[in-house]
């Protein structure tokens, strides 16, 4: 076997592994409260930097067409979000765009992370003190996170942790699984409202 037919027999090894070890009842309780978010008309937060910022774009566009649930992300709108990285700094650029939002306990955050935020590392922390912020005012926390879930699993009311199956892959395994979970999420029978186009 050839080093390329090894590294992807060993990578899609792993995403089955990966696949077998989501814990399902999690997600279960992760639909149960985007319903009640949807009942109440709350507004769903979603949070991420990096790949998992781009996975947040393309998840609001999901929640707000197939579900029917108002959705939004601040990365986003990039003119907002520079501006309060140039004027007021990286860690508070989160926290003080829900607070413009007006956040509260009607509402829900859901972070997708790879690391879930480290206050001790210093990693994330426009997450670390937007979670923070959520847990103060009582919002109902959501993730989809890998490692150890970070101050994510800590913080956080119903948060899958992708399996760290093998050090090297840890951020594409766990930013390709964000994907595949708010899929399945969005196209769950109870939640999905809209059917795709194809």
């Known amino acids: 076997m050839d080093e390329t037919t090894a590294h992807f027999k060993g990578f899609f090894n792993d995403m089955k592994a990966i696949m077998n070890q989501l ?11 985007l319903l009640a978010l949807r009942e109440r008309k709350g507004r769903l937060f979603v949070l991420g930097v990096g790949g998992s910022a781009a996975n947040a ?17 601040p990365t986003d709108n990039v003119a907002e979000l520079t501006a309060r990285i140039n004027d007021e700094g990286w860690d508070s650029c989160f926290v003080e765009w829900l607070k413009i939002s007006h956040l509260t306990r009607k509402d ?5 992370s790879v690391g879930g935020g480290n206050a001790a590392k210093q990693v994330s922390m426009n997450i670390v003190k937007a979670l923070q912020h959520a847990k103060e005012i009582k919002t109902l926390i ?15 009311d119903q948060v899958l942790v992708i399996p760290a199956l093998h050090a090297d ?20 029978p109870r939640l999905q409202a809209q059917k795709t186009k194809w």
């Open 57 to 73: 774009s393309h998840a609001v566009n999901d929640f707000r067409k197939l579900c029917h649930i108002e959705a939004y992300t």
């Open 142 to 156: 959501l993730g989809i996170v890998g490692r150890d879930g970070g101050e994510t699993k800590k913080l956080g």
């Open 23 to 33: 814990d399902l009842p999690v997600l279960e309780e992760q639909v149960n409260a």
């Open 108 to 112: 829900m955050l859901l972070v997708l």
């Open 169 to 188: 892959w840890v951020t594409p395994c766990t930013e390709a699984f964000q994907a595949v979970i708010w899929h399945a999420l969005v196209s769950h």
